[in-house]
């Protein structure tokens, strides 16, 4: 008997003791956890760095009960064994209330240590403040749609595209908007997304950095995703459209055939700078500029993080903090008008709004400690500090993109309906977006003869002496030249007359079928002889020599008794 059951016998990995098979879950449960705390105690009273670990064996096994050099086991060990009896369960039921207990004491200790000495020292905190690694904005991006704030319209509860988001089932995406509204977060999310699931695979590049070979390696690798391990790549390109156009064909045929999953990120039109086979294959998202109540919970959110507290615009609680609060711990304080102002000025860009926050209580923080090194007093945040911690023009203007020909339309449509207002307020935006004056100057002295015509002959050489000061001058003094232009020009009578007459010419030029018919040779130049002789100028009558209107026919004969004032160009 004594022999089978030798045999039959299976040896501890830890302590080495031979057991019953139907024993060693059980007896490798509370081998493992009376091992654990003696090692980690001593290796905690070593004072030299521990000793190698070596590999569990019978010796290891022997010589750790016996003061010899102690072994953990190795990771995989207890995994291989955790099948657990139900005496195992009854053992680890009775010592789990003491280890939680143990953990949450020492957990409360940990806290309570970690809050006096934030007490006894709160440059401490400060310090935390000053030394922030990364960017606001790239600190608090947030990884998940429920963080993601401001693009209800895309991402909402109801919305096709969070739909597809839940599902995994995410289709080549062109996210176009301005700088600061979600664009590369939302990617970011998807990304995150993907990656818990492990549904795809997610690949960023940039296209202001990136290369055609950059691109091509990364198809490759996708190509080979593809095949060995059935998972998709997801690409996102920042900035899609540094790409030229064909460095953008390059997507083609993969994103046809669904080798990659394509995300770009524009501030401009895709229907401009995007090519269009391209953009056939993918589903443009127009995302907005952030609004006031999205900046506002993108801040309070921003707030929290850095521990600030929140004044309220009363006066009672500003009193407060002066007085009652001298003897509590110093803490670093925002105006809630502090946070309403960054929420108005960066014009929607969050990225704009957190750095700008960032920047401000930095600023704060470091003047107190320099000033109160030895006795911290209360910081303060307000409005006045936002606004050098901005230091920016908040007007969206890109004077080579979109806003550049949305604005000078304004200002020309404002200007043919007579709005002066509206027209004194787009040339505003584009004079402080840093717009060239004389771009405008040319603009209006166009508007001049177009709009305005022969309804007030003096617009055009008012527009003319606007362009010549604003050339002498240029800026700022000359933006007030150009608003009394664009006054005048908006109150003036307008008439289009010569402007449609002169395209019904074009039309009639571009439309003419054949060859175009000559000049009729009576009111041709005839400057030698041999043209008198070929008929040049003959008959011409001469009409300064003529009391009354002279009949003279100046078109030629196919053209003659046409009035390009009121001809319709649909007849052609």
Not at 7 to 27: A, M
Not at 106 to 133: G, K, Q, V
Not at 493 to 509: D, F, H, I, Q, R
Not at 553 to 559: G, M, R
Request: charged content about 25%; overall charge neutral; aromatic content about 6%.
């Amino acid at each position: 008997m004594a022999g089978k059951k030798e045999t039959e016998s299976v040896k501890c990995p830890v302590c080495s003791g031979d057991f019953e098979p139907s024993r060693i879950n059980s007896h490798l449960d509370e081998c493992l956890l009376d091992h654990q705390t003696p090692s980690g105690e001593e290796r905690s009273s070593e004072k030299t760095p521990p000793a190698k670990k070596p590999r569990v064996s019978d010796e290891a096994g022997g010589s750790g009960g016996k003061g010899g050099v102690k072994t953990e086991r190795p990771a995989g060990v207890f995994s291989l064994f955790h099948t657990k009896t139900k005496e195992a369960k009854a053992t680890e039921g009775e010592n789990e209330p003491n280890t939680t207990t143990t953990t949450t004491t020492s957990s409360s200790s940990s806290t309570s240590t970690s809050t006096s000495s934030s007490n006894c020292n709160p440059a401490m905190r400060w310090e935390s403040l000053l030394n922030i690694d990364k960017p606001l904005a790239e600190k608090l991006r947030p990884t998940t749609l429920e963080e993601y704030f401001g693009q209800n319209k895309v991402v909402g509860e109801q919305t096709l595209l969070r739909s597809l988001l839940q599902s995994q089932e995410i289709p080549s995406l062109i996210f176009w908007g301005p700088p600061g509204c979600g664009k590369t977060t939302l990617a970011h999310i998807i990304a995150s997304s993907s990656k818990k699931k492990g549904t795809a695979r997610f690949v960023t590049l940039s296209a202001t950095s990136a290369s055609t070979n950059d691109v091509r390696e990364v198809i490759k690798q996708a190509q080979n995703e593809l095949r060995l391990c059935k998972r998709r790549t997801i690409l996102f390109i920042d900035e899609i459209h540094r790409f030229n156009k064909s460095q953008q064909d390059t997507f083609l045929p993969h994103v046809e055939c669904g080798t990659i999953t394509l995300i770009g990120a524009t501030t401009e039109n895709p229907s401009f700078q995007v090519n269009s086979a391209l953009l056939s294959r993918c589903r443009v998202l127009v995302l907005e500029k952030l609004s006031v109540a999205a900046m506002g919970s993108i801040l309070r959110r921003a707030v929290d993080s850095l521990g600030l507290r929140v004044l309220l615009d009363d006066a009672v609680e500003q009193k407060r903090l002066t007085s009652a609060d001298r003897c509590s711990e110093p803490q670093v304080c925002i105006e809630q008008k502090a946070l309403d102002t960054i929420a108005h000025l960066c014009d929607g860009d969050a990225r704009a709004g957190l750095n700008g926050l960032q920047l401000a209580v930095q600023a704060c923080v470091a003047k107190a400690r320099n000033t109160h090194a030895h006795t911290p007093q209360h910081i303060l945040v307000q409005e006045v500090h936002i606004k050098e911690g901005l230091q920016r023009s908040h007007i969206l203007y890109d004077k080579a993109g979109e806003e550049h020909y949305n604005c000078i339309s304004a200002l020309h449509k404002s200007m043919r309906g007579s709005d002066e207002n509206a027209a004194l307020y787009w040339l505003g935006r584009m004079l402080e977006g840093g717009e060239d004056p004389l771009y405008v100057a040319r603009r209006l002295v166009r508007f001049a003869s177009e709009d305005v015509g022969l309804a007030d002959p003096a617009a055009l050489p008012q527009a003319v002496a606007a362009f010549q000061a604003c050339h002498f001058i240029g800026m700022p003094e000359c933006e007030v030249i150009l608003a009394q232009c664009a006054v005048y020009l908006a109150r003036a009578p307008k008439s289009v007359e010569v402007y449609m007459a002169y395209n019904n010419v074009k039309t009639c030029l571009r439309n003419h079928k054949g060859p175009l018919p000559p000049v009729p040779l009576h009111i041709r130049n005839a400057p030698t002889k041999l043209m008198k002789e070929l008929g040049y100028a003959k008959g011409y009558k001469y009409n300064p020599a003529f009391n009354g209107p002279v009949d003279q026919a100046y078109l030629p004969e196919e053209l003659r008794g046409i009035n390009f004032f009121t001809w319709k160009p649909t007849g052609l």
